[in-house]
């Protein structure tokens, strides 16, 4: 089979049909927090903005390229305990954590997690016209505006406490750095900005969407390798990791901003930086096995652990430098790591993907199938992206 064959057998015969059966939580609503590497179910696990808001977005974005009954079905239920639990009624916003009764646990408003309820809510609007949808959509859009844009400086602050004050722990993970303006969250205010403009065409989010883009090839990219990754309030660069998964992620992502658009000088500088940011990530991140390798410290030692989300991330951005050159080395690139994909990160027993994996293709069983930060996302857009691209 071809590329494109596989990968849509992968989605709709492996990938969706584990979330569909395995994580619907029957017992307290929604979905299961949490399955262990180990296929174990953690009933009273709690349950994360991102991993819900993703789902949301994985079933509506399915559904609506293949328009089956069975995916609505799952975002229905993916919508409604979003909209129902997860949004603050009294200060606006989502909470980031809840407890699996479905009462908040960490009633932070990580803008990460608002831009990612905004993708969830514009892919389910598009696949059903629900107003409510649309409605939440907007009004995360004005509090991610009216709360986290820095007027004064560009760019988005990353955290706030309920009532939303800025937070002095500002990070997302307990492994980043602890700074005000970082790429990932960027990155993702960017992909929930151009879903929501694909239905809701505001002269307002126009503009910002715009000059996100600008800011990302003005500040994030890194004229000796990929994305600078952590900045202070002034943009002063605060480290020199190299996420691969992050680079390649965000160079197609750029491009597809640019076309939403319809900006042809964007859509040229971000095909430009796209080309540029693949080569980067093929030269220095591609392991002798195939894999996309996790991060690297400049005149340090390498992870070279093969997350999941990278491998995903990797096939649609060689893919993509393809389609903008027409030079199958990427295309060749995108098979191998499709290859390795297959081979080390899909679990073929129990289905998923592992988390990761070490250098010599051994998964960590410790590590989540079904978690706070371990959904159909990065797997599932992906499959989509080639089935359409190719």
Request: with cysteine; glycine share 6%.
């Amino acid at each position: 089979m071809s590329l494109k064959e596989e990968m849509q057998s992968h989605l709709l015969n492996d990938i969706l049909p584990f979330w569909m059966h395995r994580t619907i939580d029957r017992k307290y609503g929604g979905f299961i927090g949490r399955i262990d590497g180990q296929d174990r179910i953690h009933e009273n696990a709690d349950k994360g903005a991102i991993l819900n808001a993703r789902i949301l977005w994985t079933f509506s974005a399915t559904y609506n390229h293949f328009h089956e009954p069975k995916y609505l079905d799952i975002a229905n239920r993916a919508f409604n305990y979003l909209f129902d639990h997860f949004i603050d009624k009294k200060h606006g916003g989502v909470y980031w954590m809840l407890d699996y009764l479905g009462n908040p646990s960490v009633s932070k408003k990580q803008i990460y997690a608002q831009a990612f309820a905004i993708y969830g809510f514009s892919a389910y609007y598009k696949a059903t016209k629900n107003e409510l949808a649309l409605k939440a959509a907007i009004d995360l859009f004005h509090l991610i505006e009216n709360h986290a844009f820095d007027n004064n400086k560009n760019g988005y602050f990353e955290a706030f406490d309920r009532q939303w004050k800025l937070l002095e722990d500002l990070r997302l993970s307990e492994k980043d750095i602890n700074e005000k303006k970082t790429l990932n969250t960027h990155l993702h205010i960017l992909e929930a900005y151009m879903m929501l403009f694909q239905i809701w065409k505001d002269a307002k989010l126009e503009h910002q969407l715009k000059n996100l883009i600008a800011l990302f090839l003005d500040r994030f990219v890194n004229e000796r390798s990929g994305f600078h990754l952590f900045f202070d309030e002034d943009w002063n660069s605060k480290s020199s990791l190299i996420s691969f998964g992050h680079d390649i992620e965000g160079s197609w992502l750029l491009q597809e901003a640019a076309e939403i658009l319809s900006d042809k000088t964007l859509i040229q500088q971000t095909k430009n930086n796209a080309i540029y940011m693949t080569d980067a990530v093929i030269k220095s991140g591609i392991a002798e096995d195939g894999g996309l390798i996790y991060e690297m410290e400049p005149n340090m030692d390498t992870d070279t652990d093969k997350h999941w989300w990278p491998q995903a991330e990797a096939i649609v951005g060689f893919v993509n430098a393809w389609q903008n050159t027409s030079d199958t080395k990427y295309l060749q690139k995108a098979n191998e790591v499709w290859e390795f994909t297959k081979n080390r990160i899909i679990d073929q027993k129990n289905g998923e993907w592992w988390f990761r994996v070490n250098n010599n293709g051994q998964p960590y069983l410790h590590e989540d199938k079904v978690g706070p930060w371990k959904c159909p996302y990065h797997n599932g857009r992906a499959c989509l992206e080639i089935i359409k691209r190719l």
